[in-house]
């Protein structure tokens, strides 16, 4: 189970941190993304961690502005989101693959828990 939290309404320029608290241990799943879907758009990936290797990979959208962080002993799994835009608006959902599924971090293909995501608007 993964549940998110953290989202809110801020100005542009703004800030913001998520957070994904696992059921699980962060090293249980093989992979650990963020996504967002903004109203009428797909899914799509903002970021990930590979526990193992504890690799994290950004989409060009918000490399040098979001950071991925973990915290084994609580089971979460952050987001910093800096200098914000209003682009950046949208769901923003936790997803982990436990099955070590493969392919593309940014798909949601190889994610096969979710959690209910958490809304971030930036005006």
């Known amino acids: 189970q993964l549940v998110e939290s953290g989202g809110g309404s801020v100005e542009s320029g703004g800030s913001l941190r998520l957070s994904c608290t696992s059921s699980r241990s962060i090293s249980s799943s093989y992979l650990m993304g963020w996504f967002r879907q903004a109203p009428g758009k797909e899914r799509e990936g903002v970021a990930a961690?590979?526990?193992?290797?504890?690799?994290?990979h950004y989409a060009d959208a918000v490399k040098g502005r979001f950071t991925l962080s973990r915290d084994n002993a609580k089971h979460m799994l952050h987001l910093e989101m800096d200098s914000l835009q209003p682009e950046d608006t949208g769901m923003y959902y936790c997803a982990a693959d436990t099955r070590a599924y493969g392919g593309s971090w940014m798909s949601t293909e190889p994610y096969n828990s979710w959690g209910q995501g958490t809304q971030v608007t930036v005006s």
């Open positions: 961690l590979y526990t193992a290797i504890n690799t994290t």
